[in-house]
């Protein structure tokens, strides 16, 4: 039997079978990361913390929508 040692290059790009939903389970940190830094969440986020017409159910329908 053959011992293989996986390994990752940094910068690299993986594919993750299950596409997006698989990735942010082997990927967590990662799709976090983008997702906040998407400026859909951030102009979101900041019409919610304005207090203007915007709820947070909106906001965590967008967020789950981006983060997937």
């Known amino acids: 039997m053959k011992i293989c ?3 990752a290059l940094e910068g690299a790009f ?4 299950g596409g997006a939903p ?7 940190d ?7 830094l ?3 969440v951030d102009q979101a986020r900041k019409q919610l913390r304005s207090g203007r017409a ?3 159910k909106d906001f965590d329908e967008l967020y789950q929508k981006v983060y997937a």
């Not at 698989?22 to 967590?28: G, H, L, T």
């Open 38 to 40: 998407d400026p859909r």
């Open 54 to 56: 915007y709820y947070q």
């Open 30 to 36: 990662q799709v976090f990361k983008e997702t906040n």
């Open 14 to 17: 993986a594919s993750v079978i």
């Open 22 to 28: 698989a990735a942010a389970v082997v990927f967590p």
């Open 5 to 7: 040692t996986p390994g």
